[in-house]
């Protein structure tokens, strides 16, 4: 069972809802939110194996190649360029796709590899954990997601989306089988919610809503959720004592105020999305 | 000689557009055969790439010479590398701009603008 | 004049801040480049001036009429867009490899619309946004696209206030890019820290003139400490240290900007915020 847990926009506790869940649940924790990936500070897994993530590259045979400009034409990225007869490659533009290897006709294309991120998997209290990392300065995360996520093994995962809906949102959701979303009663929280739906929707999977910084009423959130027959696995309440343990880094979870409540949104979740 | 200037419109009244790869139009002054060539810039719809793209164009158009408001570093490297001169310049009217240029008023860029990584949609 | 106000992380207090700035400018033109969570046109009501459909990237079209499902297309795929087919819009890169080596002609590449645009006008000037397609990413031509628009109306004003994207990616180069000055917020927590420290990477790299305020400062002396010794080893502008305010989270559910609430702590900070970074981008 892998469930993401993402939000309409950064800041409402993505990440502090997927690791607290991941120790309460004692689930598999894994961080796509790769261009800030911030579950690892709280829960702080000895790192046992980094790997590097590779993408491909073209490289010019200069001997063979003709300056015909084929492969300049066909790239759809603009990373080539013909500059005093030779043909000359912006890597971070380049998104390995090969349309250049297969137009050319004198075979003067081979494919190499370059770092764009890495892999880093560990362990704490009993759980596995991954997450990825983007360099920076890297536009493409897509591909440190797909490998986080491909060759996953049985057992069961949190993994901790990217913000709001974008491309990696929607690639991290190909490999999932359930979802959580994270909240805030504000009109803010609530338009970011709507379209947060709107994603999960388009897959057809459960999901249900968690409402952070909750303050107890019967706010936008609960009134949305009801005309919209949207389940809601559970609330944080909105507290100063929650706010502080947090800036500490300290895991909420650890907590014997606040350790209750995941407990109770842990047992939810599994209702809500059908856990077998 | 060939003069390539990046414009936000196709007439000499046309102001010079401050951006190299995102530019409307690039206007190319031929002071030999006495013609002004009007390009679209392909680079402008561009989601990345766009001053390679704008690059490109001009290579093949083999000009001597580009002035625009600024160059990221990757049309500043082809640039360089194809031994095309470029000079910097505000954003006027054409008519002054060549003025400029012909009086030797214009800063030659040596070094590139902040880079423009386009998305990967 | 743009000055862009970004931020490594969500929920620092981006949003809420550059509409505070923006009111207190006056005479401003706000770009919202937050295009995944674009919260900085709710604060106002208005007319929409201009809707624009933009297109930007491309996916592969594959002709039922023409495919004789010979397969080739699925396997030149490096993106495993391509099944049974049919084409994944969500997993095309827009490439066109598969246009090249189908036998039949059936797949094209078709312009893809990722947004609608707005310039909305409202009692305190103009704003541009984009609302996102799902599974679309804010492009650099995106936001290109919306400052330029923005631009259009800025003639007369003083200042362009931009609302910069999350993050470290595309969109927020596109932001920063050609623009005058950049205000990071922040908080004083240990990953608020961790994405300044990201987003600072990134400024030096543009050389742009770099503020930085601390929203929240004294709910943690320790981190506050901390990046404020960050702040000096590079050599950055502290221009504000915000205190934690309920009244922010009154501002927010009322959709009124902080500057409405005359006795608002965090609304005098913001101000003398303000006039500190006057000082810096006008001289």
Partial sequence: ?276 | MKIAISTTGKNSDSVLDMRFGRCEYFQIYDTKAGKIIILENKGRLSSGGAGIAASNQLIDEKVDVIITGNLGPNAFELIAAEGIKAYKCKSIAINSVLEKYNNGELEEITISGPAHHGGHN | MELVVLSGKGGTGKTTIATALSELAKEVVRVDCDVEASNFYMYYDGKDLEKEDFYGGKKADIKKDKCIQCGKCEEVCRFNAIDHFQINAFACEGCGACTLVCPQNAIILKDEKVANTFITKTDKGIIAKAEMEIGSDASGLLISFLRKKAEKFSKNELVTIIDGSPGIGCPVIASITGSNAVLVVTEPTKSGLEDLKRVITLCEHFQIFTMVCINKYDINGEVTKEIEDFVDQKELKLVGKIPYDDVVMKSINELKPITFYKDSIAKKAITEMWKTIQKFIFT
């Avoid at chain 1, 120790?23 to 897994?45: H, R, S, T």
């Avoid at chain 1, 362990?123 to 983007?134: A, F």
Wanted: hydrophobic content about 40%.
């Fill in chain 1, 1 to 276: 069972m892998n469930i993401a847990v993402l939000s309409g926009k950064g800041g409402t506790g993505k990440t502090t809802v997927s690791t607290n869940l991941a120790l309460a649940l004692q689930a598999n924790y894994i961080d796509c939110d790769v261009e800030e990936p911030n579950g690892f500070l709280f829960l702080k897994p000895s790192i046992e194996k980094t790997e590097q993530v590779m993408v491909e590259y073209p490289v010019m045979d200069d001997k063979k190649c003709v300056a015909c400009r084929e492969c300049i034409k066909v790239c759809q990225f603009h990373a080539l360029a013909k500059v005093k007869d030779k043909v000359i490659l912006f890597e971070k533009l380049c998104h390995g796709c090969g349309a250049c290897k297969i137009i050319c006709k004198y075979d003067a294309i081979i494919y190499n590899q370059r770092e764009i991120g890495k892999i880093e998997t560990g362990q704490t209290r009993n759980i596995h954990c991954s997450r990825g990392i983007l360099n920076i300065g890297e536009p493409m995360a897509v591909p440190v997601i797909k490998k986080l996520l491909q060759n996953i093994s049985e057992g069961n995962y949190i993994i901790d989306c990217p913000p709001g809906t974008s491309c990696n949102v929607v690639n991290t959701l190909r490999y999932v089988d359930g979802a959580i979303l994270v909240t805030e009663p504000s009109e803010f929280g609530l338009h970011d919610l709507k379209i947060a739906v709107e994603v999960v929707k388009m897959f057809q999977i459960p999901f249900g809503i968690i409402i952070n910084k909750d303050d107890g009423k019967d706010n936008i959130i609960r009134q949305y959720c009801k005309k919209e027959n949207i389940q809601i696995i559970g609330a944080i309440p909105y507290s100063k004592e929650i706010a502080q343990v947090y800036s500490k880094g300290d895991i909420l979870y650890d907590h014997f105020k606040i350790k209750p409540i995941f407990k109770k949104l842990a047992n939810r979740s599994k209702e809500v999305l059908q856990w077998n």
